[in-house]
């Protein structure tokens, strides 16, 4: 007689949600990975009924299960094309949960810990370290796994001047706001410490962003210093808690909320501002992550509600004097179209800058591949979804391609090295920031 497997208890509890498909199939050709593979285990469809038949009891959590659980991107992409309203990114928190309650737990922990545990500020010191020897970028083309993580390492860096204008290239958690090989910003930056102090901003610095991306913060508070903000700092925060969330360690993630929370709150900043949309839209997502405390649900709430991307704010601030004459691409990463629902926020900030020609590369609602970890993790099955873009890229001729989250940086940033095509990826903020120093330095040769 054969044993009753166990039931997934995260998936029962969410039996409303899977019940609400009614495999119409309408979300396929929304969904990357069945686009790149053709197997129906691979679409939301495919998953559903898998999820259906653990919590019949008639499939394990592990095996097949575990296999195209862990392919998903969490892209979410498959919700706004589903006419049922089925809330696939909820569902695969939960399967993500129960697989790693039972067997496996995806390639992905021990990753997880290394770059968001105790120990991440080694990691990371130990992965700048190897930028600046040049061997990443030696490395970025060598095969298999080995070549695609220093390809991603080697994209952390800015690969022009035109594409990021800061020197800075580690960590950081300095608030200046004028490096001293730029020329110097604004009249309105150059006066922003005697503004009015309100609205303030809170800036949430994360793991990777902290570790591999301060020039980017940098930049953030150059740009929203333009725009007429001031920072109050958030103590005590840290990961956002989005990898744990997708990796289904639900204790760690909600542990990292109630963290941020009590750090935001005691910054008494008006806004919780985000250059990474993926910890946007995890922030977006604690009310449900701490929906068992009604205290702290509420606490989420408040604190999901003054949550942004950094454009969005630009964009609704006192305007910039900025001018740069370059051809970009905007893709949107898939938490800025479908976490926090804002995928125009970046294109309005940017069209203050003078001169700048900008649009949407035609495949900006799909994924690039990035996904946290998952290039790291399904190097192959990444670099099929990333093709397309590579192809729009190479063909529309741009310097620049912006994305506001570290790992669409860094999967797109990797193909184009991998591939030696021209563009560079950088974020919005960057080329925000860069256009203020040109418009300076016009300004201050008398020659705009
Ligand atoms: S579109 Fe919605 S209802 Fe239709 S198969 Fe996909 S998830 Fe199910
Ligand atoms: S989240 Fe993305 S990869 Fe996963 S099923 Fe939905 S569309 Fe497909």
Redesign the pocket.
Same mark, same amino acid.
Do not use: H
């Given at each position: 007689m054969t044993a009753a497997l166990a039931r997934p208890a995260r998936l029962l509890d969410g039996r409303s949600d899977l019940a609400a498909c009614v495999h119409c199939g309408l979300?396929l050709p929304?969904? #990357?990975?069945?686009q790149a593979t053709r197997d129906e285990n691979?679409? #939301?469809r495919g998953?559903i009924h898998l999820m259906k038949l653990a919590v019949e009891g008639r499939l394990s959590t592990s095996g097949a299960f575990t296999h195209h659980i862990d392919r998903?991107?969490?892209?979410?992409?498959?919700?706004p094309a589903c006419p049922a309203g089925v809330r696939?990114?909820s569902l695969?928190e939960r399967a993500r949960e129960d697989r790693a309650a039972g067997e496996g737990g995806g390639g992905a922990r021990w990753l997880i810990g290394a770059f968001t545990g105790r120990t991440s500020p080694v990691a990371y010191a130990v992965l700048r370290a190897l930028r600046g020897s040049g061997a990443a970028v030696a490395g970025a083309r060598l095969p298999g796994r080995i070549g695609h993580a220093l390809a991603w390492l080697a994209a952390t860096a800015p690969r022009s001047r035109s594409a990021s204008p800061s020197t800075s290239s580690s960590s950081s958690t300095s608030h200046s706001t004028s490096p001293s090989t730029s020329p110097p910003l604004s009249p309105r930056a150059a006066a922003d410490e005697e503004m009015d102090p309100s609205p303030a901003y809170a800036l949430l610095e994360g793991c990777i962003m902290k570790g591999l991306f301060g020039r980017v913060h940098d930049a953030t508070r150059r740009v929203l210093g333009a725009s007429g903000y001031s920072e109050r700092p958030a103590a005590g925060q840290g990961c956002c808690g989005a990898l744990h969330a997708h990796a289904g360690l639900a204790d760690g993630a909600r542990h990292l909320a109630r963290r941020n929370i009590e750090a935001f709150e005691r910054s008494g900043a008006d806004w919780f501002v985000v250059n990474a949309a993926g910890c946007g839209a995890a922030i977006k997502e604690y009310p449900d992550w701490l929906a068992g405390s009604e205290e702290w649900r509420e606490r989420a709430e408040h604190v999901a509600s003054a949550t942004c991307d950094v454009t969005r704010l630009v964009a609704r601030g006192s305007g910039l004097n900025a001018e740069l004459k370059a051809a970009v691409a905007h893709d949107a990463p898939?938490h800025l179209s479908f976490g926090l629902r804002d995928d125009e926020a970046p294109l309005e900030a940017l069209s203050a800058v003078r001169g700048l020609e900008i649009e949407s590369l035609p495949s900006s609602d799909r994924?690039c591949g990035g996904a946290g970890l998952y290039a790291l993790v399904h190097p192959e099955l990444s670099g099929r979804i990333l093709e397309t873009k590579l192809r729009e890229i190479e063909e529309g001729e741009y310097d620049t391609v912006v994305t506001g989250n570290p790992g669409c940086m860094m999967q797109i940033g990797a193909g184009l090295r991998r591939e030696r095509l021209r563009a560079s990826a950088a974020h919005p903020v960057e080329i925000l920031d860069l256009g203020l120093r040109r418009a300076a330095a016009t300004a201050a040769t008398g020659t705009g």
């Open positions: 979300c929304a969904c #990357p990975t069945y691979d679409s #939301p998953r998903c991107l969490g892209c979410r992409a498959c919700e696939f990114g695969l898939c994924c």
